[in-house]
């Protein structure tokens, strides 16, 4: 069974910067893409970051600028390095992949910004 899992999440004051890890229980390259997500309390789940095998990542423009994807294939792991951080950035980030026709995510790591 193909496992991603988040690690990283933590609580940090408004203008902090944090590392998200989506580590995959096989190589990255297995799945056509990966994701980054987030969902804050009592609000829809919400689109952060696409990261395309091959190709440029696209981000929401909530996090455009402050937000970075990037990979390490070697340890078949994905990251989220988040700067400037704000309060409405707090939530539960979820990482998620798609192999062939199967949807794949994580169980989520908090990130809570506040002072």
């Known amino acids: 069974q193909v496992q991603l899992v988040e690690s990283g999440g933590a609580l940090v004051p408004p203008g902090g910067s944090l590392k998200l890890s989506c580590e995959a229980s096989?190589?990255?390259?297995?799945?056509?893409?990966m994701e980054w997500h987030r969902q804050a309390p009592g609000k829809q789940r919400e689109l952060v970051a696409t990261?395309?095998?091959?190709?440029?990542?696209v981000y929401a423009d909530s996090v455009k600028g402050r937000f970075t994807v990037s990979k390490d294939i070697e340890k078949n792991t994905v990251y989220l390095l988040m700067t400037n951080l704000v309060p409405d950035d707090t939530a539960v980030y979820y990482c998620?992949?798609?192999?062939?026709?199967?949807?794949?995510w994580g169980q989520g790591t908090q990130v809570t910004v506040s002072s």
């Open positions: 990261v395309p095998r091959y190709g440029s990542r």
């Open positions: 998620y992949a798609l192999m062939g026709s199967d949807d794949i």
């Open positions: 096989l190589s990255i390259f297995s799945f056509s893409h």
